[in-house]
């Protein structure tokens, strides 16, 4: 695989998940479904176009094609496929680790500076209190 | 009810499909410019236009749409017709809603189809409309005036130049489209 790798689309990435087990184009569609959950439905023409896009890719093939009866096509994901996902998933992980890394990072940053104002406004509030008790005993 | 309209933009064309479903009046049919209406309950529709040919590798008039064609109608939607490159589908709005393209990329890929028709198709006419003034300077040359055959010829070429320009013209305003679509 000379290629560069470059970031797949979402669509791509599904198609790819839901081909690990033969499946027909109607298929790919619900699998994306349920494995999102019903957030991804992807359209027709989206499909057919990724699906033909894969096949010249090698990514995909076709896994039977029944000539007797009107069966539909299937598909399935080839091992240069599955490579690909792979080196997807791991580029994948390594967006999220780093996020989540940097993330709490700054969010732990945040939070120290948080508590240092709030001690600080302890500090204040208690130190007009003693302020008030002060004129308070001079009053009386 | 028939209409005939000539459109260029397959969105707008779409948009004008749609509102008609909105009116009452369902698209059924399509032949060089004339579209078939049938009456049906107002808004039953949602009409899509779409295109799979790339113009100089799929012949316009080969017809193996049908695999495509048949995954379109699985996810609920109906084939209405065919026009060369071009295919019409529409779904019953209340079973819900109908994308054919969920995401930029195939979106832009779409675009870049269409864009290059117009290109591939503009190309075609300029060449018959540089050929066609050649025969009409020759027509000129020789006999200093127009008429019959004469006059035929600067109409089929004044008509040539006209398509080319207006198929470069709309190869750019879907170059622009993807622009938009892409930022």
């Known amino acids: 695989m000379a290629e560069k790798q470059t ?25 994306t479904m349920e494995l999102t959950d019903g957030r991804l439905e992807l359209g027709a023409g989206t499909l057919y176009g990724a699906l033909n896009t894969l096949l010249e890719k090698g990514w995909i093939r076709l896994y039977s094609e029944d ?21 997807e998933m791991e580029r994948l992980q390594e967006l999220l680790e780093n996020g989540r890394r940097i993330y709490q990072q ?23 209190r003693e302020a008030i008790d002060e004129k308070v005993q ?3 | 009810m028939k209409k005939f309209r ?8 779409e948009a004008w499909l749609n509102e008609l479903s909105q009116r009452g009046w369902a698209m059924t049919g399509f032949f060089a410019g004339l579209y078939t209406f049938m009456p049906c309950e107002p808004g039953k ?51 819900g809603e109908f994308t054919l393209y969920t995401d930029v990329e195939s979106q832009i890929a779409l675009y870049k189809r269409i864009r290059w028709m117009f290109l591939f198709v503009g190309m ?13 300077l020759d027509f000129w040359n020789r006999f200093g005036y127009f008429d019959g055959i004469g006059f035929f010829i600067f109409a089929a070429v004044f008509f040539a130049w006209l398509v080319t320009v207006g198929f470069f013209l709309m190869s750019l305003k879907f170059t622009l489209k993807m622009r938009k679509l892409r930022r």
């Open chain 1, 7 to 31: 970031a797949m689309t979402e669509s791509v990435y599904y198609i790819l998940l839901s081909l690990g087990t033969p499946n027909h184009g109607y298929g790919i569609i619900q699998k």
């Open chain 1, 67 to 87: 000539k007797h009866s009107r069966k539909k096509k299937q598909y399935i994901i080839t091992e240069q496929g599955n490579l690909a996902l792979q080196l």
């Open chain 2, 6 to 13: 000539l459109y260029f933009d397959k969105e707008k064309e």
């Open chain 1, 138 to 140: 001079v009053v009386f």
């Open chain 2, 45 to 95: 529709y949602i009409y899509r236009v779409d295109m799979r040919g790339e113009a100089g590798r799929t012949p316009v008039w080969r017809n193996d749409y049908e695999e495509y064609i048949e995954l379109v109608e699985e996810t609920g939607a109906e084939y209405v017709c065919r026009w060369g490159w071009w295919l019409i589908f529409r779904k019953e709005a209340e079973k």
């Open chain 2, 124 to 136: 075609l006419e300029c060449s018959l409309a540089l050929s066609n003034t050649g025969n009409l």
């Open chain 1, 106 to 128: 700054q969010m732990s940053v945040e939070l120290e500076e948080e508590e240092g104002k709030c001690r600080e406004k302890v500090q204040e509030s208690a130190e007009r």
